[in-house]
C-alpha cells in the first residue's frame, strides 16, 4: 500500500513525510517523488510480544509518497507533477492553515486540478478508441466495450463529480487501472494548522473526516526523549499526537486491516485487503502457504487479551479452526496449517 502526500506547493507535505516515515525530505528528489515507510504504532503487537517473548517484532508499514507540490493556476509543469501523484493508492490531501489562506478553497481548487486532470487523459484515450474501433481491427469489441466504460467516466468527469461516484465493478474499473484516475483514489484531507485550531466548518462540509495537525510541532516533539516529550506536551496542552490517526485513516480509506501471526521466533502485523480470505491472508506470508492450505487456527484478538494468556485462551476454547473462505478480521491472531 502506498499512499500519495499531495497538495499545493508549500502546505506542509514534506514536513508531514518527516514525521510520518522519519525521512528527512531529500531537495534532489522534489520533482520525482520521495518514498518513505511509516509504522503504525499498534499496542496489540507489544501485547501479543509480552506473551511469546519473540526474538523478533515486526510491525505492520505503509509506505507514504512525499509528491512535488502543485503550483495554483495554470502552470507548465503541473501535467508531470500530477502523473507523479498517480502513483498512489490513496491520496492524502495536505491543506495550509497557516498563511490565512482559506483551506476549503484550496481544497476546492486542489480536487479541480485533479478532475480536470483526469478528464484530459480520459478524453485522449476516448478519441484514440473511436478512431481504433471504426478500423475493425481484431480486437475490435474488447476496445468497444472499454469504449463504454470510459465514456461513461468522460460524462461524469464532464459534469464535475469524481469517478469514484459512479461505484464501478472490479471488472469495470479493469480498463482504467492503467491511467491511475485521481478522482478514483480514497482521500484523505488534513489540514496542517496550528496546535488546538479547529477544522473550518466549510472544509468541514467539503471533507467530513478532515484531520488537523501541527506537523512542524509534533516533529519537534517526536526528536525528544519520552520524558521531556511529556513535559512539553502537558506545558502546550497537547493530549494526543496526530501522527497516528493520520496513519489509520489512511489504512482505513484504502481498506486495509491488520492481522497478526505470533510465536517465539518472530511476532509480526501484516497488512491484508478487507473482506480477503484466509488463504489470501496465507498468501500474504508465502505462496506455498496459500497453495498447501488446510486451515487457518483463528484467535480473535479482544478475546486473547481478555483471557490474559495463550493456556487460558485455550482452555476458554476462544481459538478456532476456519477454512479458505474465513473472512479475515482486523487483530486476528492466525496460524496456518498447511501441506506444504
Do not use: C
Amino acid at each position: 500500500m502506498r499512499v500519495g502526500l499531495v497538495g499545493f506547493a508549500g502546505s506542509g507535505k514534506s514536513t508531514l513525510f518527516e514525521l510520518l516515515t522519519g525521512t528527512a525530505s531529500d531537495p534532489g528528489k522534489v520533482h520525482s517523488g520521495q518514498v518513505g515507510v511509516a509504522v503504525l504504532a499498534d499496542p496489540r503487537l507489544d501485547f501479543l510480544a509480552s506473551l511469546h517473548a519473540p526474538k523478533k517484532v515486526t510491525p505492520a508499514t505503509v509506505e507514504f509518497l512525499d509528491t512535488p507540490g502543485l503550483i495554483p493556476g495554470t502552470h507548465g509543469d503541473n501535467p508531470q507533477r500530477l502523473a507523479v501523484i498517480r502513483e498512489g493508492d490513496a491520496l492524502l490531501i495536505v491543506l495550509n492553515g497557516f498563511t490565512g489562506g482559506d483551506p476549503a478553497a484550496e481544497l476546492a481548487s486542489f480536487r479541480e486540478e485533479m478532475l480536470f486532470a483526469d478528464l484530459g487523459t480520459v478524453t485522449n484515450r476516448v478519441e484514440r478508441l473511436e478512431a481504433s474501433v471504426k478500423k475493425r481491427r481484431p480486437d475490435w469489441e474488447m476496445q468497444e466495450k472499454e469504449l463504454a466504460i470510459l465514456k461513461r467516466v468522460q460524462a461524469t468527469l464532464e459534469d464535475g463529480k469524481f469517478v469514484a461516484t459512479l461505484g464501478l465493478s472490479a471488472d469495470e474499473k479493469k480498463p482504467l487501472r492503467s491511467f491511475g484516475l485521481l478522482t478514483d483514489k480514497p482521500q484523505v484531507v488534513v489540514l496542517n494548522a496550528a496546535q488546538g485550531e479547529e477544522i473550518p466548518a466549510r472544509l468541514k462540509e467539503l471533507a467530513a473526516d478532515a484531520l488537523a495537525i501541527d506537523a512542524k510541532l509534533e516533529l519537534d516533539l517526536a526528536q525528544l526523549d519520552l520524558e521531556e516529550r511529556a513535559a512539553f506536551m502537558t506545558d502546550l496542552g497537547v493530549t494526543e499526537l496526530g501522527r497516528d490517526r493520520i496513519i489509520r485513516a489512511a489504512y482505513d480509506a484504502v481498506g486495509i486491516i491488520t492481522f497478526f501471526t505470533a510465536g517465539e521466533p518472530e511476532v509480526r502485523g501484516w497488512n491484508l485487503e478487507r473482506n480477503a480470505t484466509a488463504v489470501e491472508a496465507a498468501g500474504k506470508i508465502h505462496t506455498d502457504l496459500a497453495k498447501g492450505f488446510i486451515r487457518a487456527e483463528v484467535t480473535a484478538y479482544d478475546d486473547l487479551h481478555a483471557a490474559g494468556t495463550l493456556k487460558e485462551a485455550k482452555a476458554k476454547h476462544l481459538q478456532r479452526l476456519e477454512g479458505k473462505e474465513y473472512l479475515v478480521k482486523d487483530g486476528d491472531i492466525i496460524y496456518f496449517r498447511s501441506a506444504v
